[in-house]
C-alpha cells in the first residue's frame, strides 16, 4: 500500500526541518564527499519509512545517521585493507576546509582528542555536546537503555576530561 499524500507532506517538512542537523552531523564524522552521501542515504532510508517516522523525527534520524556513518567508515576500513594500506593510512585523512568551516572555531586541541578516543565515547559526547541530545535521545540513537546512556555519558566524560589535560598541545598550565 503506498503512502498517503499526507505522508509525502509530513516528510517533506521532516527533510526541510531536519536537513541541516542531519548534514552538520555527518560533517562532524566524515569527509564532505561521503558525508553528502550519508546524509543522501539517511534521507532515503527515512523516504522508505516515510509512514512510520515518529513525531521525534530528528533522534530517529540521527539513530539512521549514526548507523550509515558506521557502515560508511567499516567500507573504508576495508577498502584500506584490501589495498593493503591499512596500517599506512588513516581511514580518513586530514579533514578539507569546508569541514573545517563547519566545524567554526572549535578548538583543534578538543577536535583532536575527540578523534583520539573510542568511537562509542566519542559517539556520545559529541550526540550530547554538538547535536544538544538528551540521555534518552542518546540511548535512542545507539541502541541502548537511558541509564546505560547516561553511565556512558559520565564515563566518556571523565575519560575525555583526562584526555584534554594529558594532550600533549595541552600547555604546562592545562596538565592536572
Known amino acids: ?12 517538512r521532516i527533510y526541510d526541518e531536519c536537513f541541516p542537523a542531519v548534514q552538520r552531523y555527518c560533517l562532524r564524522r566524515l569527509p564532505v564527499a561521503d558525508a553528502n552521501d550519508a546524509v543522501s542515504e539517511v534521507f ?10 515518529p513525531t521525534a ?24 585493507r584490501l589495498r593493503g594500506r591499512a596500517s599506512a593510512e588513516p581511514v580518513y585523512p586530514d579533514l578539507d576546509a569546508e569541514t573545517q568551516v563547519i ?6 586541541r578538543i577536535v583532536a582528542t575527540l578523534e583520539a578516543m573510542p568511537e562509542q565515547d566519542r559517539d556520545v559526547l559529541m550526540l550530547r555536546a554538538w547535536e544538544g541530545l538528551t540521555a534518552r535521545e542518546i540511548a535512542g540513537v545507539v541502541g541502548c537503555s537511558v541509564p546505560a546512556a547516561e553511565k556512558r555519558l559520565v564515563r566518556a566524560t571523565r575519560r575525555f576530561e583526562s584526555a584534554l589535560g594529558a594532550h600533549p598541545h595541552a600547555t604546562r598550565e592545562e596538565r592536572p
Open 1 to 12: 500500500m503506498a503512502p498517503s499524500p499526507a505522508h509525502d507532506t509530513a516528510f517533506r
Open 44 to 53: 532515503l532510508v527515512a523516504w522508505t519509512k516515510r509512514s512510520s517516522i
Open 57 to 80: 523525527a530528528l533522534p530517529w534520524l540521527y539513530g539512521v545517521a549514526h548507523n550509515v556513518v558506521r557502515n560508511q567508515r567499516r567500507t573504508a576500513r576495508r577498502t584500506l
Open 103 to 108: 566545524r567554526g572555531f572549535e578548538d583543534d
